[in-house]
Nanobody, 122 residues
Framework: VQLQASGGGLVQAGGSLRLSCQASGFALDYHDIGWFRQAPGKGREAVSC????????YYGDSSKGRFTVSRDNAKNTLYLQMNSLKPEDTAVYYC????????????????WGQGTLVTVSS
């Protein structure tokens, strides 16, 4: 089971990037998969979590209205389209299996692979 994120890079504020998450060893469409990010010196922040049952997607507060998740099940790949990027979006982005912890109300992530660095310059 492996999830490999790619597509990061350097972009100016206001620009766009599309990240890809290639799954191997399992079928992406049968699992809840999402993105989280970690900025230097900061904790993990939930970006999204897409459920396999009804296709709905949770977006974190910083992602709403700017980021969009999509899937290509034939390619076993999840995408994160990021628009209107801000310097505060600078972080390493990871894709992982995700779930909602009903007790805390927070999204939890598991089985992430190598992340991809996104740097947004001002």
């Amino acid at each position: 089971v492996q999830l490999q994120a790619s597509g990061g890079g350097l972009v100016q504020a206001g620009g766009s990037l599309r990240l890809s998450c290639q799954a191997s060893g399992f079928a992406l469409d049968y699992h809840d998969i999402g993105w989280f990010r970690q900025a230097p010196g900061k904790g993990r922040e939930a970006v999204s979590c897409s459920t396999s049952t009804d296709g709905s997607t949770y977006y974190g507060d910083s992602s709403k209205g700017r980021f969009t998740v999509s899937r290509d099940n034939a390619k076993n790949t999840l995408y994160l389209q990021m628009n209107s990027l801000k310097p505060e979006d600078t972080a390493v982005y990871y894709c992982a299996k995700c779930r909602l912890d009903s007790g805390s109300g927070m999204h939890e992530y598991d089985q992430w692979g190598q992340g991809t660095l996104v740097t947004v310059s001002s």
